[in-house]
């Protein structure tokens, strides 16, 4: 098996560099299609404090789509994606380019809340916890974006259901994200922002923290949630800063998620992050001003990089009506259960190349500390993925 997928791996990465220039274009070049895609060999090891796990080499999160641009102002995309034996839709949205500054987007994509957005260019192999636990996937709906050098405004208003799985009643949500760029140069970047989400959520929501995606299907390395049932509406806030000096790139977070519940006690969970990394080789480090994050560096780049992150969840307890024996009788009684307050706390060091537009690699070593009540565990874990990209 593992043959098999370094073979495969192999020739995935000699046709990467002859697929990302497949590009099909009318003579009057009003309309171009590019193809995409993407796909990971990843290996992973995990040392709990009874026990280490090693699940050698995996390939998973296989997705392949295409952007269509047209009429100059015209874009789209379509992307589906392959993981866990399953296919489901990432990005399937219509793009609308009002003017230079202002677009318009519609259909199943990210909403401007966290960092999630930024797909392809994350800094290290996972997103933050905090980050996963709070902030929501993609969802349908519609958008507005008004992009400048020194400022940037997103909002839209989305259906909080999903588009693999679709929901009877599900809710939607209102986004809205404002950043300020005092400084906005090619290698210096001053980044403030500020995001908040309202969620009408008709169903129970579930806040995690998760395994790495290399371990997904093995046993976790930090695998509990909460599940907050008889949801009437979550509110959700954000602080940002993104800081790039040259070499230099430093990026905090703080989020928060206050949920409002039928029958029991509010849920409030919070959460931070703070990451930094230096080019070893390399001259600058890039950001993309139309998403307002950090990109990847460039080809022939080497990058260190260190994140500290943060998870609380706070304690709550739900009531439920159950029937229960009395005296050799079934009668119903109101019945108080508690969920005791979580917290996680992780340390990740990492290390990414980049060879060329199409391939990187990149190196994790992460130390996780998840408390659960009056239960306490450490794991220490390390992650190696090889990804290819078109």
Not at 124 to 138: H, M, N, S, T, V
Request: proline content about 2%; some cysteine; aromatic content about 12%.
């Amino acid at each position: 098996m593992k043959k098999a997928l370094l073979s495969l791996a192999t020739l995935f990465m000699a046709a990467s560099s002859a697929m990302a220039q497949v590009v099909v274009k009318t003579n009057a070049g009003d309309l171009s299609l590019r193809l995409i895609g993407r796909t990971n060999l990843d290996y992973g090891r995990y040392f709990s404090e009874c026990d280490h796990y090693d699940y050698g080499f995996k390939m998973n999160d296989t997705r392949l789509g295409v952007i269509a641009n047209f009429d100059e102002r015209w874009s789209a995309k379509a992307e589906i994606c392959y993981a866990n034996k399953a296919i489901s839709f990432r990005d399937l949205w219509i793009g609308f380019k009002i003017n230079d500054k202002m677009s318009l987007t519609a259909g199943n994509h990210f909403q401007p809340f966290g960092a999630k957005i930024l797909g392809l260019g994350y800094k290290f192999i996972e997103d933050a916890q905090a980050d996963y636990a709070i902030c929501p996937a993609r969802k349908v709906g519609l958008s507005y974006a008004f992009v400048t050098n020194p400022f940037m405004a997103t909002a839209g208003i989305y259906s909080d259901g999903n588009i693999d799985a679709p929901a009877a009643n599900q809710g939607y949500s209102v986004a809205a994200k404002l950043i300020g760029r005092p400084i906005c140069k090619d290698s210096s970047v001053l980044h403030i922002g500020v995001a908040g989400m309202y969620t009408d959520n008709k169903n129970a929501y579930d806040y995690k923290v998760v395994q790495p995606e290399t371990f997904i299907g093995g046993k976790g390395l930090i695998n509990y949630k909460s599940d907050v049932a008889n949801t009437i509406n979550i509110n959700r806030a954000e602080a940002e800063l993104i800081w790039i000096l040259k070499r230099f790139y430093f990026e905090t977070h703080y989020l928060t998620g206050y949920s409002n519940l039928i029958g029991s006690e509010n849920f409030q969970t919070q959460g931070g992050y703070a990451q930094a990394s230096f080019l070893l080789i390399g001259k600058k480090q890039n950001y993309n001003k139309r998403t307002g994050l950090a990109a990847n560096a460039s080809p022939k780049n080497l990058e260190v990089l260190a994140r500290v992150n943060m998870l609380n969840m706070d304690e709550f307890s739900t009531s439920s009506v159950k029937e229960v024996e009395v005296d050799g009788e079934m009668v119903k009684e109101n019945v108080t259960t508690l969920n005791p307050e979580q917290k996680e706390m992780d340390f990740t060091l990492g290390l990414n190349y980049f060879f060329n537009k199409n391939l990187n690699a990149r190196l994790n070593y992460t130390v996780s500390k998840v408390e659960k009540g009056d239960a306490e565990f450490t794991n220490n874990a390390i992650q190696a993925r090889l990804q290819f990209s078109f």
